[in-house]
């Protein structure tokens, strides 16, 4: 009866303990992102994006996803990226090409981002997620940004929050992509 006792207290112990370890999550891949490149879809001039908060953008992107999501940036050389940029939207409609840059950086996954400006009002960040191996685009991602370059109060707010979403969704889609038909592993914080 002791004995009885005694294995099934350690088994209550044993699955409190299991219970209690954290889940251990597979390394995040290395990506690469490049920098967000202005969509204007209203054809005006002074509906233009301000350099700086695409600069800002980007750099929040690439902090979210290294710092609170777990995954290893990999620096892009910007002379390389300056100099593949034949035209406007040029990695964008050429994935392949943003690819390359990313297998030169030592990267797994290449994140091509635009901010498409439909109105002063309306924008929002979309990016294609492609991998680096053979340049597949495996996923389109999507964030709205509505009142980005309004004030800059909310551009701010609307940075960071962006991409926070926008490494959510692209943390989802390269789990999905990687192991197809498996619960993606989820490195960012929900």
């Known amino acids: 009866m002791i004995l009885a006792h005694t294995l099934a207290a350690l088994g209550v112990a044993a699955a409190a303990a299991l219970a ?9 891949p290395r990506v690469a992102v490049l920098t967000v490149e202005p969509h204007n879809l209203t054809g005006r001039s002074e509906h233009a994006d301000d350099p700086a ?3 800002a953008l980007t750099a929040a992107l690439r902090g979210r996803l290294s710092g609170a999501c777990g995954y290893e940036v ?18 964008y409609a050429h994935p392949d090409a943003g690819a390359v840059l990313a297998r030169d950086a030592g990267a797994d996954w ?13 924008t929002d960040l979309q990016l294609h997620v492609v991998r680096a191996a053979d340049g597949a685009v ?6 709205e940004l509505k009142g980005f370059g ?13 991409a926070a979403w926008m490494a959510d969704q692209v943390d989802q889609a390269i789990g999905w992509a990687a192991a197809p038909g498996a619960p993606p592993p989820r490195h960012c914080p929900a």
Not at 138 to 143: A, L, M
């Open 138 to 143: 495996v996923s389109n991602r999507v964030v």
């Open 53 to 55: 908060h695409l600069r």
């Open 20 to 28: 209690a370890r954290p889940e251990v999550l597979p390394p995040a």
């Open 74 to 91: 990999a620096a892009v050389d910007t002379l390389a990226e300056a100099r593949g940029r034949v035209g406007p939207g040029y990695f």
């Open 150 to 162: 309004m004030s800059d109060d909310l551009t701010v707010r609307l940075t960071e929050r962006g």
């Open 110 to 122: 290449v994140l091509i981002p635009r901010l498409n400006r439909a109105s002063p009002w309306v």
